[in-house]
């Protein structure tokens, strides 16, 4: 059976801080970020990569293309996460 993915933070407190950890990395890599709405990163991401994203629902986006613009994100996170964590290591 699948396992349902849990879509909240271990640490709840925690959730602002991601937010603006996700927006501050994005904005590094170019993308025009609105400090204040750091969830909208993900329409400027889809747009970049030709992706039809809209607020609400998007039925007809196929999982691939939702996968694209998460993956992006998370793996810029994950990639300056590891350089901190190797930089603090030295």
């Known amino acids: 059976m699948a ?5 909240s933070y271990v640490v709840p407190e925690a959730r602002l801080s991601m937010q603006y950890f996700k927006a501050e990395i994005m904005h590094k890599e170019g993308f025009n970020v609105n400090m204040n709405e750091p969830d909208l990163v993900k329409y400027e991401v889809a747009r970049s990569m030709g ?3 809209k607020p609400g629902y998007n039925g007809e986006l196929q999982a691939v293309s939702a996968g694209k613009i998460g993956g992006r994100i998370g793996g810029m ?3 300056e996460m590891v350089r901190m964590a190797k930089e603090s290591l030295v």
């Open 3 to 7: 396992r349902r993915r849990s879509r």
């Open 51 to 53: 992706i039809p994203l």
């Open 77 to 79: 996170m994950v990639k």
